[in-house]
């Protein structure tokens, strides 16, 4: 059976990538077959085989089953900024309803599609529709990581209100502490535990000397309480 999960974030840099990338690895190491997907990227660079975005090629790196560039990332801008105002500079003209049937497309050929979200829940990326109204087009369960950090609890109340009010289920949230190491980290992460009414999957260290291999070991208990 094919299933999927939509990881969106508190904002953006606060270690969606990574932590797919983890969940990725960590879900094939459970005996998993996987595939990702990132709908739309911004800041992609030139090359012989068109634009190719590093998140889009780290995710690939993390999954086990093939699939072309294109089916991971349909949606490459080159310019660095908000996806919507990227895809007006680069001309690109896309639905979120294209998109979604990409993805549930994708999700039937792995028994795990995992999808990163661009920017936040709130971020546009048409003329009409975010985040949210993705991952609510494609219908998978979401994953929010919140990114540790001072005034993350206004950040993910606010996401938090975002996803129900789209009537979207969160499958769990993850806490990832990106941007060095926190202080007060333990209340904050037990005051999340009572603003958020999800499970929480995991809580990831800031890693000053950041090991992939080590952070995607730290996500199997995630991966397992999400394939349960
Ligand atoms: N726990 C951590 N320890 C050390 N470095 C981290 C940690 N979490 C994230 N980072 C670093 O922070 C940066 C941002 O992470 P990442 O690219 O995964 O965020 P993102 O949410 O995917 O960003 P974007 O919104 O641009 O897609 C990366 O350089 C990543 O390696
Ligand atoms: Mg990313």
Same mark, same amino acid.
């Given at each position: 059976?094919?299933?999927?999960?939509?990881?969106?974030?508190?904002?953006?840099?606060?270690?969606?990538?990574?932590?797919?990338?983890?969940?990725?690895?960590?879900? +094939?190491?459970?005996?998993?077959?996987?595939?990702?997907m990132?709908?739309?990227?911004? +800041?992609? %660079?030139?090359t012989?085989?068109?634009?190719?975005?590093?998140?889009?090629?780290?995710?690939?790196?993390?999954m086990?089953?093939?699939?072309?560039?294109?089916?991971?990332n349909?949606?490459?801008?080159?310019?660095?900024?908000?996806?919507?105002?990227? =895809?007006?500079?680069?001309?690109?003209?896309?639905?979120?309803?294209?998109?979604?049937?990409?993805?549930?497309?994708?999700?039937?050929?792995?028994? %795990?599609?995992?999808?990163? +979200?661009?920017? @936040?829940?709130?971020?546009?990326?048409?003329?009409?529709?975010?985040?949210?109204?993705?991952?609510?087009?494609?219908?998978?369960?979401?994953?929010?990581?919140? @990114?540790?950090?001072?005034g993350?609890?206004?950040?993910?109340?606010?996401?938090?209100?975002?996803?129900?009010?789209?009537?979207?289920?969160?499958?769990? %949230?993850? @806490?990832?502490?990106?941007? +060095?190491?926190?202080?007060?980290?333990?209340?904050?992460?037990?005051?999340?535990?009572?603003?958020?009414? =999800?499970?929480?999957?995991a809580?990831?260290? %800031?890693?000053?000397?950041l090991?992939?291999?080590?952070?995607?070991?730290?996500?199997?208990?995630?991966?397992?309480?999400?394939?349960?």
């Amino acid at each position: 059976m094919s299933r999927g999960l939509f990881i969106t974030g508190t904002d953006i840099g606060v270690g969606k990538t990574l932590i797919t990338s983890g969940l990725l690895q960590a879900l +094939g190491a459970e005996g998993h077959t996987t595939l990702a997907m990132k709908p739309v990227a911004t +800041g992609c %660079w030139q090359t012989p085989d068109g634009l190719r975005s590093e998140d889009a090629e780290d995710l690939i790196a993390a999954m086990n089953q093939d699939a072309s560039y294109r089916e991971v990332n349909p949606v490459a801008l080159e310019t660095t900024a908000e996806p919507i105002v990227s =895809a007006i500079q680069n001309r690109f003209d896309f639905t979120t309803d294209e998109l979604a049937a990409q993805a549930v497309s994708l999700a039937r050929r792995a028994d %795990w599609l995992l999808i990163e +979200g661009p920017g @936040g829940v709130q971020t546009p990326i048409t003329g009409k529709d975010t985040t949210a109204d993705l991952a609510l087009a494609i219908g998978f369960p979401v994953v929010l990581i919140v @990114g540790l950090r001072v005034g993350c609890l206004n950040h993910a109340t606010l996401s938090v209100e975002s996803l129900q009010q789209k009537g979207l289920r969160i499958a769990g %949230w993850i @806490g990832n502490e990106h941007d +060095g190491a926190m202080a007060e980290l333990e209340p904050t992460v037990h005051t999340l535990e009572k603003q958020i009414p =999800a499970d929480c999957l995991a809580i990831i260290r %800031w890693q000053p000397r950041l090991d992939r291999q080590r952070l995607a070991r730290q996500l199997h208990p995630a991966a397992r309480k999400i394939s349960r």
